[in-house]
């Protein structure tokens, strides 16, 4: 559907004009009112996603019709246009809500190009709106499926946190839906219109995370090579979700205590602190109570942290979720795949129930995924789920291959044991090793400063190759508005020279034949005055020639070709009594 575009002017030659411009384009769907009283019934008639208005207009101007629109329709975009422009007008009408304020003459490139602009503008702002609303609506609590008494427990607790700026901690194992609990306060309570900011606390070191967090100054550490602002700051009137806050180092945990105490900080390197306001939201997957025991979790940090504490239930304790979860992801991975998976076999119902489920909602995801993509039909059986072990404990028939699937499987799972002990310990030697941790810290900052600053200088020389080319096509439209300037000064310096012939012409045809004789027929101060009559009627004719001739020039451009000043332009006009919107209205009616 073609955009649609009102053009609004009380001269039906300018608005035909820009009519036929824009529908060249083929683009748009373009109609024109003559007045604003005329505008806003076709408003009221049919939407219009950009309204062009005259600023000058007899009854309702061109300031009145924006605020009327913008009243009425504030999603439509406004263009200002006028021939007169001041400072004054022109802060009006950006403070009335218009888009763009165009100076007549303007040239079709500039004109077409604020209309792009504008529509293009109103596209973003409709597809922010509906982006918003998608994701209001995807995050709200009643969107996280289970019906079971423990999960129903979990949404009574979200409602009440999201009503609240507590500081909330969420806990549960890896697949749970951590992050969709978090989100899901966020987005159904009162901060839903600010940031949702994540930093994962395992993904990075701990000065790095320092620096993520808090943000660091120009010269902080090698490689800062600009002010770089943090999480925290990015947060600001919004909530900060500080997932597997279990892995973080016991000195970092001491610096978000004291943020958490008066949610005030300084950057990496800085010295003036920093207040905002963020809603602090904590997940692990650890047992947090046995890590209190051990002392590598902060007892006070846990405290702070745990005013509204939500453990969402691994998914083998809620088996009666499983069902519903299982409905949910069929219809969906069925659409993104493009399949028509209707139904499950009892069979693959069995073995779905009765297997334990390690990796929780997100590994039965993964099932149901690899099952749609790979079934053999549209009716699901039990040998198309990946899921060997399970397959045994429902009792259905074993097979040698089957077996060795089950071995190998079970074999991974030892190896990620150990890849999991492996990757513990090993945080636990980067955090007796601190020094080498500053030193890759310290690195990781330089490159990424580095990357930044080259991604910066490129969108920068970018922006003034734009305004370069800009610039060039203004240049070029200046030069040619200066030709035709030009070419209109010596057309009407001939028009004047021949002109100026034909008086002294007439002048000394009258003087040599009746000079003498009307000189003795009336007194020499009579004389005078006649002459200077005559003088000032060709004033005045010439004036109106050239008014008519350059009906869209201003006064000063037209003074300017009579070679004389606006003023003095403007006192003869006042003094023959010339007015010159009556005398081009009378020029066209003449030509009609």
Known sequence: ????????????????????????????????????????????????????????????????????????????????????????????????????????????????????????????????????????????????????????????????????????????????????????????????????????????????????????????????????????????????????????????????????????????????????????????????????????????LYYRLSVITIEIPPLRERKEDIPPLVSYFLEEKSKKVGRNIVDLSDEAWNLLLSYDYPGNVRELENIIERTVIFASSERIEAHDIPIGASRRRAGTKEDPFEATFYEKDKELGELKNSIGVIKEENARLLRIIGSKDDTIGELKGWLSSAISEKETLASKIKELTDRLIEYEKRMDEMASRIDELSKLNSSLSLTLSSREMEIEKLVEKETNVQTEEYLRRIPLRDSFKTVQALVKELERQLIERAILENSRLSNAEIAELLGTTRRILELRLKEFGVDKDTLRVGDREEEN
């Open 1 to 300: 559907m073609k955009p649609k575009v009102l053009i609004v002017d009380d001269e039906r030659r300018m608005c035909r004009s820009l009519q036929i411009l824009l529908s060249g384009e083929d683009k748009y769907s373009v109609h024109f009112a003559l007045s604003g009283e005329q505008a806003l019934k076709s408003l009221e008639e049919e939407y219009m996603d950009l309204v062009i208005v005259d600023l000058s207009m007899p009854g309702m101007n061109g300031l009145e019709l924006l605020r009327e629109v913008k009243g009425r329709y504030p999603d439509t975009q406004v263009v200002i246009m006028t021939a007169y422009s001041s400072v004054k007008s022109a802060i009006e009408a950006m403070k009335a809500g218009a888009f763009e304020y165009l100076i007549k003459p303007f040239g079709n490139e500039e004109f077409l190009s604020c209309v792009d602009r504008s529509l293009e503008m109103n596209k973003l702002r409709r597809e922010s709106r509906r982006l918003k609303e998608e994701l209001h609506t995807g995050y709200s609590y009643d969107r996280i499926i289970g019906k079971s008494p423990r999960m129903q427990e979990v949404f009574s607790l979200i409602e009440r946190a999201a009503q609240t700026d507590s500081t909330v901690l969420v806990m549960g194992e890896s697949g749970t839906g951590k992050e969709l609990v978090a989100r899901a306060i966020h987005y159904t309570g009162k901060r839903s219109e600010s940031p949702f900011v994540t930093i994962n606390c395992a993904a990075l070191p701990e000065t790095l995370l320092e620096s993520e967090l808090f943000g660091y100054e120009k010269g902080a550490f090698t490689g800062a090579l600009r002010t770089q602002v943090g999480k925290f700051e990015r947060a600001h009137g919004g909530t900060a979700f500080l997932d597997e806050i279990g892995e973080m180092s016991p000195n970092l945990q001491t610096k978000i205590l004291r943020f958490l105490q008066d949610r005030e900080f300084e950057r990496v390197g800085g010295r003036a602190p920093i207040k905002v306001d963020v809603r602090i939201i904590a997940a692990t997957n650890r047992d947090i109570r046995r890590a209190l025991e051990d002392e590598t979790f902060r007892k006070d």
